[in-house]
């Protein structure tokens, strides 16, 4: 049973640290000057799309994780402390969702 809950909250820690940083470098990413990372990130490359289901997008992951659009994150990402707010806002509303389901 210790065995279980130890290997669930290291699982949790480590899902908390993966949001934490796909958060923090997607602010990294739209406020640098490449636009090539930028157009990979925000999913804007032309070409045919393969057959079956559509992957997630990472977009698509930062759109869940702070609850806002994408112009609010592109506005909030260009203000580093107000990004960093939210980033940290996301972390905790992640580990107080998965304290309630536990």
Same mark, same amino acid.
């Given at each position: 049973?210790? #065995?279980?809950?130890?290997?669930?909250? *290291?699982?949790?820690?480590?899902?908390?640290?993966?949001?934490?940083?796909?958060?923090?470098?997607?602010?990294?990413?739209?406020?640098?000057?490449?636009?090539?990372?930028?157009?990979?990130? #925000?999913?804007?490359?032309?070409?045919?799309?393969?057959?079956?289901?559509?992957?997630?997008? !990472?977009?698509?992951?930062?759109?869940?994780? =702070?609850?806002?659009? +994408?112009?609010?994150? !592109? =506005?909030?990402?260009? %203000?580093?402390?107000?990004?960093?707010?939210? *980033? #940290?806002?996301? *972390? %905790?509303?992640?580990?107080? +969702?998965?304290?309630?389901?536990?």
């Amino acid at each position: 049973m210790r #065995q279980s809950l130890r290997n669930f909250q *290291v699982r949790r820690n480590l899902l908390e640290s993966i949001r934490k940083r796909k958060l923090s470098f997607f602010g990294h990413i739209c406020r640098s000057k490449c636009t090539l990372m930028k157009d990979i990130i #925000q999913g804007k490359l032309e070409g045919k799309r393969g057959r079956g289901r559509p992957r997630a997008a !990472y977009l698509d992951n930062i759109k869940t994780w =702070t609850r806002r659009n +994408s112009t609010e994150i !592109y =506005t909030m990402t260009e %203000r580093r402390e107000e990004w960093r707010k939210l *980033v #940290q806002k996301a *972390v %905790r509303a992640a580990n107080a +969702s998965r304290s309630d389901a536990g």
